[in-house]
């Protein structure tokens, strides 16, 4: 398992080769790349800054997956997030899932996914012509993560 929050980029094809380099029990890996968008709320995006809270974020990041795996057999999974200050287009988060099948490696990216976007202490500023503002959480979010309590 793999979690990292680091201000560089991260490069997909690397890390899934890293992934199942020597391994031949993986069927499935599923990824997730979020990338910053040059517009949301109707507004322009110039930029946008992610902050988080060192050792706290990892710890989040940790049980998250941790959750992920009790849920589901994995043979692997990969989590790095960027901070710092991105540009529209820029990557910022990378999940991957390794597992014999694909229906594990699907849910369980999603899964991942979900919970990050609200467990996670990250937090975000987006630069806009009306000046520079925080994002706050979504709604749609919170009940991507909710539906999960369900199974």
């Not at 499935?28 to 109707?42: C, K, P, Q, T, Y």
């Not at 996670?120 to 706050?136: D, L, N, Y």
Request: glycine share 8%; aromatic share 8%; with cysteine.
């Amino acid at each position: 398992m793999k979690i990292l929050v680091q201000g560089d980029a991260f490069d997909l094809g690397a890390e899934v080769d890293a992934m199942r380099h020597g391994r031949t029990d993986i069927g499935a890996i599923a990824s997730f790349v979020g990338l910053a968008r040059d517009m949301n709320e109707g507004s322009g995006v110039a930029a946008m800054t992610l902050e988080h809270y060192p050792g706290m974020t990892e710890n989040a990041l940790g049980k998250v997956v941790d959750d992920a795996c009790a849920r589901w057999p994995l043979l692997d999974v990969t989590v790095i997030h960027r901070v710092g200050r991105l540009l529209p287009g820029d990557p910022i988060v990378l999940v991957a899932v390794a597992s014999s099948h694909r229906g594990e490696a699907f849910a369980a990216c999603e899964f991942i996914m979900d919970y990050l976007k609200t467990r996670a202490p990250f937090w975000k500023r987006e630069e806009t012509p009306e000046g520079a503002r925080w994002v706050e959480a979504r709604a749609s979010d919170e009940d991507a993560a909710a539906r999960w309590l369900a199974d």
